[in-house]
């Protein structure tokens, strides 16, 4: 029996809500069920980044997880997912989930997705690197972790940050065999399906 079309969706507080408000709307697009939980840097980021209010933020997903709440359903590795995508992942929280370290129910829903050997994705927003920051990207990989850092493509040509984001956010779902509408390949011709843009941004 295959996983449910269920997907994790994790906010942590570096710069770059976006991805995870385009990885929500997207998702919703495709009929995959979302789970978001998103950390108190991460509501505060929201705050400084978007237009979004907190609750219009949570409304986009079908199930909200308090971070505090480390008894959540996605806390268990009984409760079946495709995999999590963690967007933004900031260097505390990439480090946390390196090390085991499960200090919220981010990093434990994360922890969980690895041990049942499924996917995990962290759009990484830092630079520069520390060696110990390279190390940390180097535990999570070999733990099966996808450290995948929204870098942007200019072969596409973009002409605003939408294009930017939409480019990232597909790439992370090529890495689920999830098919984004209007995402441009190399050597393949671009599709023109209607794409709804990114909401509340600021800029």
Request: with cysteine.
């Amino acid at each position: 029996m295959s996983a449910p079309l269920r997907m994790i969706i994790g906010i942590s507080g570096a710069t770059g809500v976006v991805y995870g408000v385009r990885l929500l709307q997207v998702l919703k697009q495709q009929g995959i069920e979302t789970h978001l939980v998103v950390t108190k840097a991460g509501e505060m980021t929201r705050a400084y980044e978007t237009d979004l209010s907190m609750q219009q933020l949570r409304s986009m997903a079908d199930v909200w997880y308090p971070v505090t709440d480390v008894g959540a359903a996605i806390s268990s590795g009984s409760f079946k997912t495709m995999g999590m995508i963690i967007a933004p992942c900031s260097i505390r929280t990439m480090s946390e989930i390196a090390h085991g370290i499960t200090s919220s129910l981010l990093t434990r829903a994360a922890d969980v997705v690895l041990k049942e050997r499924r996917r995990l994705v962290l759009m990484l927003r830092e630079t520069p690197l520390t060696a110990g920051h390279i190390k940390s990207m180097l535990a999570v990989t070999e733990s099966g972790g996808i450290i995948a850092p929204p870098v942007p493509a200019f072969y596409t040509q973009p002409q605003t940050i939408e294009d930017l984001v939409d480019h990232a956010v597909g790439r992370v779902l090529d890495l689920f065999d999830i098919e984004m509408a209007g995402v441009q390949r190399w050597g393949e011709p671009p599709t023109h399906e209607d794409v709804t843009a990114p909401v509340g941004l600021s800029v």
